[in-house]
């Protein structure tokens, strides 16, 4: 049994990692400041003795006692990092020095959440780890594309400057249960327009790619990668590298949930990649991982989540 810390513990992926590390049997303290994440995500394992949760902002230092961290905190979604940008970079930042001061104290081993956001609109296709990437600097979604890749560069210098136990993760699209019903995602908006009734809305002509990870994969993923060598330190790509345009997407969200929305086309946002797969060799070799689950499986289990809570008003009120 080992002593994780989750940081962002209580949104999407946190809630789904802290759960599958208390399946393994450690002993898990998820640390949250509830910007995007909700308790009610990890309502179940409330009363497990193997669980604990803190409310507690990564930009302020932490003093506790763990052997592996996972450094999750940051709002993820367009809609929630542009709310407050500089925020969203102070969290990325300062989140990242007070992580990696503690693993250092401690003599931690601790993983970073990356994003495929660091390779910005590519230029290569698919995106391998050693390509530098094509980020906007002042854009509207530089604050996080910056700030992560700001985060990579100190999991890096702390590494060979202070000898840390590193991993960066580069997580492409994931969806799945516990998606915030309102972030603006592709999945999590279609779904609740289909189930909703309401109008499926496409942005730009919807032939931008994107490649969906279900969620249960990439938290293998993570564990796999926690566990791999001390010489391993990524960063390794961790995504579904079957790609889709954004229409295809919308029409099978139509066909499975037989909801009778019709699509509309809105702007394409700036900034928005015109396509993204990941290059998963390396997580292939080295952590001998792929993705499991097929996109239309993947969507059956999303939409039961969302068929339940867009039925229960009281959780509804909890994200209003
Ligand atoms: P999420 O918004 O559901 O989870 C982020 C969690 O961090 C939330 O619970 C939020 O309350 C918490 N948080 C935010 N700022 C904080 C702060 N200052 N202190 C403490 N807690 C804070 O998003 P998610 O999809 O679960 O993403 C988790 C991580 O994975 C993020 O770092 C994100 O950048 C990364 N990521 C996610 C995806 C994806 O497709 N879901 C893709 C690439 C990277
Ligand atoms: N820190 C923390 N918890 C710890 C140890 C450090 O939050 O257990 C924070 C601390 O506030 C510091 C940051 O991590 O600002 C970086 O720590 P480091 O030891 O690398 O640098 P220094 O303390 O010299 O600034
Ligand atoms: N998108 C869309 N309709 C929506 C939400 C998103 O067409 O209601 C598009 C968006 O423009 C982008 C893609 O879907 O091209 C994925 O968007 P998301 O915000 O989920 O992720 P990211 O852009 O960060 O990959």
Known sequence: M?????????????????????????DVLCV????????????????????????HDVCFPLYVEVDEIYNLACPASPVHYQFDPVQTTKTSVHGAINTLGLAKRVKAKIMQASTSEIYGDPEVHP??????????????????????????TLFFDYYRQHRLRIKVARIFNTYG????????????????QALQGKNIT??????????????????DGFVRLMDSPDTFTGPVNLGNPDEFS???????????????????????PQDDPTQ???????????????????????????????????SDPSALIDYQ
């Open 32 to 55: 949250d400041n509830f910007y995007t994440g909700r308790k009610a995500n990890v309502s179940s394992l409330m009363m497990n003795p193997l669980f604990e949760i803190m409310r």
């Open 127 to 152: 995106q391998p780890e050693p390509y530098w990437g094509n980020v906007n600097p002042i854009g509207f979604r530089s604050c996080y594309d910056e700030g992560k890749r700001c985060a990579e």
């Open 246 to 268: 954004i229409l295809e997407l919308a029409e099978k969200v139509i066909q499975i949930t037989e909801s009778k929305s019709k699509i509309v086309y809105k702007p394409l």
């Open 276 to 310: 993204r797969q990941p290059d998963i060799k390396l997580a292939r070799k080295t952590l001998k991982w792929k993705p499991q689950v097929k996109l239309e499986d993947g969507l059956k289990e999303t939409i039961k989540y969302f068929r339940k809570l867009l």
């Open 2 to 26: 080992k002593r994780m810390l989750v940081t962002g513990g209580a949104g999407f992926l946190g809630s789904h990692l802290c759960e599958r590390l208390i399946n393994d049997g450690h």
């Open 202 to 219: 496409v942005y730009g002509k919807g032939s931008q790619t994107r490649s969906f990870c279900y969620v249960d994969d990439l938290i």
């Open 177 to 192: 249960p516990r998606m915030h019903p309102n972030d603006g995602r592709v999945v999590s908006n279609f779904i609740v």
